[in-house]
């Protein structure tokens, strides 16, 4: 359904608490989950303008960017600054067997939700036998 995208995130967590560093622009954190006939993945976008939210899906590569821009003016004095802020951008390789023709995203409370219908193709489904003594059913 879903391959894990980011062999380097466990690098560069370790590599922030060894020198202190960010290793790369703050992480987009999700979860994701098989509902029925659905594939749902949660993103965590707090203080995102949904505006500055794109989606592309190219071949089986989903890409989200979003960016979050400081609500403070220019001119401002700055006291503390621990949200960050920029652009942020996550990839998911999907699976064959979902539906990237038909997904469907909502944003609501800070939480980006992606539902990814499974493909009819990958489906379980029934198949009938016939001979012998009738019509029989197997599952496939």
Not at 11 to 22: A, S, Y
Not at 52 to 80: C, K, W, Y
Request: overall charge negative.
């Amino acid at each position: 359904m879903l391959m894990r995208t980011d062999p380097f995130r466990e690098l560069d967590r370790l590599t922030q608490q060894v020198f202190g560093t960010v290793a790369r622009p703050a992480a987009m954190p999700m979860d994701a989950y098989r509902s029925g006939d659905d594939f749902v993945v949660h993103f965590d976008l707090p203080g995102i303008d949904p505006d500055s939210i794109d989606l592309d899906v190219e071949r089986n590569v989903l890409t989200v960017h979003a960016e979050r821009r400081s609500p403070a003016p220019e001119d401002a004095e700055m006291i503390a600054a621990e949200r960050p802020t920029g652009s942020f951008s996550r990839q998911l390789f999907l699976g064959e067997s979902l539906d990237t023709e038909r997904i469907d995203a909502s944003y609501d409370a800070g939480v980006l939700t992606l539902r990814i219908p499974v493909a009819e193709q990958a489906k379980p489904r029934k198949i009938q036998i016939t001979g012998g003594t009738g019509p029989k059913q197997i599952s496939g």
